[in-house]
């Protein structure tokens, strides 16, 4: 199926080489997501080449280079590169990504990406990550992974205690979604109530009233 989709894609490509969604299906088809195991073998040979290729074609297209970022970086995670501290594509990775906060500096995505590609076991490399984080925390106010997130390089680095405040954000915005998504009330949780509250999330029970009238 996936083999098919790719033939496909390749088809409306040749046809209409600026269809971008065609381009993007082709890259997607490298995936088969949740029943099958990713072919990084067709990711190594066509993911990256075609983002590089849009990216060549679409210079003002920050998406575009931002994707193909990701794309490095998804193979530099693969088992290919294992043992390494900083295999090739994600230096390359680095320098596409930055090349896109050149022209979007507040760009969300490739903030999010660089902060990954620096999360590495070596703190001078870790530590080139903190102005990324600095950005990036402030576009995030109002989502828990994100916030999470931010606790990453925070560790890296050895600042254990503000690696502490994102998590404790993070939890708390979840848990505010969650009791919204129940009870249609929003709460803000105290993190001195983060286990009964999980607790209870955790259960069929009806929440108890504390919960409303935090």
Not at 67 to 96: C, D, H, T, Y
Not at 151 to 169: A, F, H, N, Q, V
Request: hydrophobic share 45%; charged share 15%.
């Amino acid at each position: 199926m996936y083999d098919a989709a790719q033939d496909a894609f390749t088809l409306a490509i040749n046809t209409k080489p600026a269809l971008i969604e065609a381009h993007v299906g082709k890259i997607l088809a490298c995936e088969p997501v949740l029943w099958w195991q990713t072919n990084y073998k067709c990711g190594l040979e066509k993911y990256n080449f075609i983002n590089a290729n849009l990216a060549a074609a679409y210079p003002n297209e920050t998406d575009i280079r931002v994707l193909w970022g990701l794309s490095l970086l998804n193979v530099a995670f693969e088992k290919e590169f294992q043992g390494e501290i900083e295999p090739p594509p994600m230096i390359q990775a680095r320098q596409v990504l930055q090349e896109a906060l050149i022209a979007e500096p507040m760009h969300p995505s490739a903030l999010h990406y660089l902060m990954h590609a620096y999360d590495v076991v070596q703190y001078n490399i870790s530590i080139k990550a903190l102005d990324y984080v600095s950005n990036y925390e402030k576009l995030v106010g109002t989502l828990s992974y994100p916030q999470h997130l931010l606790s990453y390089i925070w560790m890296r680095t050895g600042s254990l205690l503000k690696s502490e405040s994102p998590d404790e954000k993070s939890l708390q915005v979840c848990l505010t979604s969650c009791i919204l998504e129940v009870t249609g009330q929003i709460v803000n949780v105290p993190s001195t109530k983060f286990e009964p509250v999980l607790a209870q999330l955790d259960t069929a029970d009806q929440f108890s009233p504390f919960v409303i009238t935090m």
